[in-house]
């Protein structure tokens, strides 16, 4: 069993930034791909940004080169680094773990005002 805990969401200004943080307890998260999805209001998920086992990152086209995901395995971690946001980045943010099966976090709200 895997439990998420996010942190670090908040109202800040278009072009300023915030990093996520999302703490993991089991044992399985040093071999599963985690990342972050987001949603906001009368839309769908989208993925985020995933780094995979092995250290492999893969980003939505929207936030190319202003996030940036990093994960620490000894401290079963994955940050969110967002830098330079815009209005369009308020969502609802999760962090997730997945092999074979996929964990959620609860969430954790970022609203960027223009």
């Known amino acids: 069993q895997v439990q998420l805990v996010e942190s670090g969401g908040g109202l800040v200004q278009a072009g300023g930034s915030l990093r996520l943080s999302c703490a993991a307890s089991?044992?399985?998260?040093?071999?599963?791909?985690t990342g972050w999805y987001r949603q906001a209001p009368g839309k769908q998920r989208e993925l985020v940004a995933v780094v995979s086992s092995d250290g492999i990152t893969r980003y939505a086209d929207s936030v190319k080169g202003r996030f940036t995901i990093a994960r620490d395995n000894a401290k079963k971690t994955v940050d969110l680094q967002m830098d330079n946001l815009k209005p369009e980045d308020t969502a609802v943010y999760y962090c997730?773990?997945?092999?074979?099966?996929?964990?959620w976090g609860q969430g954790t709200q970022v609203t960027v005002s223009s």
């Open positions: 089991g044992r399985i998260f040093s071999v599963a791909s």
């Open positions: 997730y773990v997945t092999r074979i099966q996929t964990y």
